[in-house]
């Protein structure tokens, strides 16, 4: 009968640790395991081999085979010790947080261009007594023109493209639309309120237009309205004054020119002197040669719209006015389209 000698168990023993050596992680011990130390193992194979050696051998065999398993047990749980040690460590140095990174700064977003000019208005008006208030957009006709002294069929309808709103109200037949202008606010304000009134209301108008540089089909604009006992023209020339002063500099002049507009009467348009030329006119790009650049309209308050809200206009006067913002905007930071400021290009609005 052959069966294993001390020759070959030493040798499967060295085989089976010179593998362990090289093997690093707990899957590839437990198929060492079973290779060796498992029900069909080698080591396993070779035990009972012993079985049939003769008695002598037997016993010195028999020693010899359990030694191996011990060794081969022992070795592996170290070697499962050390090989769990290195995995938790690599995965600590892995997972680790270093707290001597330098934090990624937190990109931080700053106020639309509108915005600014529209606080740096709110402010200067704020300054001269006027509070903010704010209105919808979405607007009866109502209070869009009919209040405003334009009635429907009146040509001055056409000033204004509208964007009407597909909604009547069937207890009064009202129209829907989305405000052209701020100015319905005057109505809205002086309905709920008494004089004195000293109001501006900033707000987003929307207009059917075919867009190009000078034309959005939605814009911010900033209504004004003052209304009290003896309010003269000779106010609204100081207010706005003091306005373009504190927006386009100390030294601004201002020119006023009749214009037309149905809620007013005088109306008028204002324009400060060119700040980029300083009035000479030629060969400006801002001013176009002009001199002068047009900011608001602007006018005393018509008595047919003092009387439609159930002021008597005989007592009470005022003057309102009208400006775009953006074209404000446009002016004071050389901005050739007004299509840049709602387009989203963050290489346009990262400049502000
Ligand atoms: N609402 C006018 C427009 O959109 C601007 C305007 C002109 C407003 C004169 C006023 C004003 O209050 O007095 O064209």
Known sequence: MTGPTSQSIDELVQTALGELEGIDNPESLDRWRVAYLGRRGSLTQVLRGIAQLDVEKRREAGAL??????????????RLQQVNQTQQEQAFIRDQLDVTLPGRPSPIGRLHPTTQILREIC???????????????????HYNFEMLNIPKGHPARDM?????????????????????????????????????????????????????????????????????????????????????RRLFGEERRVRFRCDYFPFVEPGVDMSIDCFACKGEGKGCRICRDSGWIEIMGAGMVHPKVLA?????????????????????????????DIRLFYSNDLRFLRQF
């Open 65 to 78: 085979g359990n030694q191996a398993k011990r060794t081969l047990e022992e070795r592996l749980e170290q």
């Open 123 to 141: 402010d200067a008006f704020g300054a001269m007594g006027f509070s903010v208030v704010e209105g919808p957009e979405v607007e009866w006709d």
């Open 160 to 244: 204004w493209n509208t964007l009407w709103v597909d909604y009547q109200d069937p207890s009064n037949s009202r129209s829907m639309l989305m405000r052209t202008h701020t100015s319905p606010m005057q109505a809205r304000v002086m309905e709920s309120s008494q004089p004195p009134i000293r109001v501006i209301v900033p707000g987003k108008c929307y207009r059917y237009e075919a867009t190009d540089a000078t034309h959005e089909w939605h814009f911010y604009q900033v209504e004004g309205l003052a209304v009290d006992d003896g309010i003269t023209f000779a106010d609204l020339k100081g207010t706005l004054y003091e306005f373009a």
């Open 308 to 336: 439609g809200v159930g002021y008597d206009p005989e007592k009470y006067t005022g003057f309102a006015f009208g400006l775009g913002p953006e074209r404000i905007a446009m002016l004071k930071y050389g901005i050739d």
